[in-house]
């Protein structure tokens, strides 16, 4: 239970509406919660075989130690803020394209990052 609530703080649902509204904005509501639940449903499965198979496909296909995981976690994050602080909130936005294409821009960088990941290898250990 303690790892889930982890989980729930790292994914922050309430930033992700900051960082998405700009394409709330743009899309209609329908459209939007279409392409948030395949973004979630594609998380998902990132995160399912992280807790299966995350520590060998991390160790030894990657070469990464999961110390490395979390400071890149870290970098990334800063990264973020920085250009939200210095740019404002159309900063981060990389939503250009076909509907059909914006499930994986939102994704990979607001719902799947270092930390969620590290969170499913701690749930399979």
Same mark, same amino acid.
């Given at each position: 239970?303690?790892? @889930?609530?982890?989980? +729930?703080?790292?994914? !922050?649902?309430?930033?992700?509406? +900051?960082?998405?509204? !700009?394409?709330? *904005?743009?899309?209609? =509501?329908? *459209?939007?919660?279409?392409?948030? @639940?395949?973004?979630?449903?594609?998380?998902?499965? &990132?995160?399912? &075989? @992280?807790?299966?198979?995350?520590?060998?496909?991390? !160790? *030894?296909? @990657?070469?990464?130690? =999961?110390?490395?995981?979390?400071?890149?976690?870290?970098? %990334?994050?800063?990264?973020?803020?920085?250009?939200? %602080? #210095?740019?404002?909130?159309?900063? !981060?936005?990389?939503?250009?394209? *076909?509907?059909?294409?914006? #499930?994986?821009? %939102?994704?990979?960088?607001?719902? &799947?990052?270092?930390?969620? %990941?590290?969170?499913? +290898?701690?749930?399979?250990?």
């Amino acid at each position: 239970m303690e790892l @889930f609530i982890l989980m +729930l703080v790292i994914l !922050n649902p309430f930033a992700q509406v +900051l960082y998405l509204k !700009n394409l709330i *904005d743009e899309l209609s =509501l329908r *459209d939007f919660a279409t392409v948030h @639940f395949k973004a979630s449903v594609l998380s998902l499965g &990132v995160y399912i &075989v @992280f807790v299966l198979i995350g520590m060998p496909l991390l !160790n *030894d296909v @990657f070469q990464v130690r =999961l110390a490395a995981l979390e400071i890149f976690g870290g970098i %990334i994050i800063m990264g973020i803020a920085y250009r939200y %602080i #210095t740019a404002g909130s159309g900063s !981060n936005l990389l939503f250009r394209g *076909d509907i059909g294409e914006l #499930t994986p821009e %939102i994704s990979l960088p607001y719902m &799947v990052g270092p930390g969620t %990941i590290w969170v499913s +290898l701690m749930i399979e250990q």
